[in-house]
């Protein structure tokens, strides 16, 4: 009896963790799929992969996620469904890019279609000034932006490590920080292609945030592309979600 019993524990744990897997491997897909999404942020899922992008990340329902630069919102609201209920998204943007982004951001939050996620605009630079809260940190397709000032573009200058030093500060020990930007070529200066083609040499960008406290501890190439020239401005059409990004993984020291 005690070796049957024994065996039936077995299968009952073996069940558990099975499942268990299967639901963290599904509320990707879920949160993709989710009705409530419009067609135009649906079809750019191809392109931007974010149900695989989450996952390499580790964002899990329950986090509390600070969404950098998170224009629009695309990956907030994907964010809301993952997180679920009891887990909570910071769409942030600062007041530079609320400017462009504030209707669209309006919409997306109208009738508080999306309870857990709160729209927080200030500058990066105050960042330092909040409290230790967040579990994870995304920084998609932004920090090229940190590296050059366009007064006429209405681009003002950022200072960068105070503002690192900030997202380091809201995550928790051990917090993740989830970084995509599309690549330069090596050696570029991010001063200048930040600027010019919003891109960034991706060794910079790893060296700076390991300057403030942050650990790399995983790459991806999910959204690497070999034909991309790496000199041509990414808002060129054909160059919409289909540059060379590089996808990488840090955590706080």
Do not use: C
Request: hydrophobic share 40%; aromatic share 10%; no cysteine.
């Amino acid at each position: 009896m005690k070796i049957q019993a024994n065996g039936i524990l077995i299968v009952v744990i073996f069940l558990l963790l099975a499942t268990s897997q299967k639901v963290t491997a599904d509320i990707y897909q879920e949160a993709l799929a989710n009705p409530a999404r419009s067609a135009a942020d649906s079809e750019n899922d191809k392109k931007r992969k974010p149900d695989k992008v989450l996952k390499f990340f580790g964002i899990e329902p329950g986090m509390r996620v600070f969404d950098i630069f998170a224009g629009g919102g695309y990956y907030s609201e994907i964010l809301s469904y993952v997180v679920g209920e009891k887990g909570s998204v910071t769409l942030y943007n600062n007041q530079a890019w609320n400017n462009y982004v504030k209707k669209s951001v309006a919409t997306r939050l109208l009738d508080n279609r999306l309870p857990n996620v709160n729209n927080y605009v200030a500058a990066p630079e105050s960042l330092v000034e909040l409290k230790q809260q967040y579990d994870a940190a995304i920084f998609i397709l932004g920090m090229h932006d940190i590296y050059y000032a366009d007064a006429k573009g209405g681009w003002p200058p950022i200072d960068k490590q105070k503002f690192l030093k900030g997202i380091h500060q809201i995550l928790k020990p051990g917090g993740i920080l989830g970084v995509i930007d599309a690549n330069a070529k090596d050696g570029a200066n991010n001063e200048i292609v930040g600027k010019t083609l919003h891109r960034a040499d991706p060794k910079v960008l790893i060296r700076d945030l390991q300057a403030v406290g942050f650990e790399l501890v995983g790459q991806s190439n999910m959204l690497s592309n070999e034909n991309d020239d790496l000199i041509s401005s990414v808002f060129e059409e054909r160059n919409k979600y289909n540059t060379d990004r590089s996808v990488l993984k840090f955590k706080k020291k």
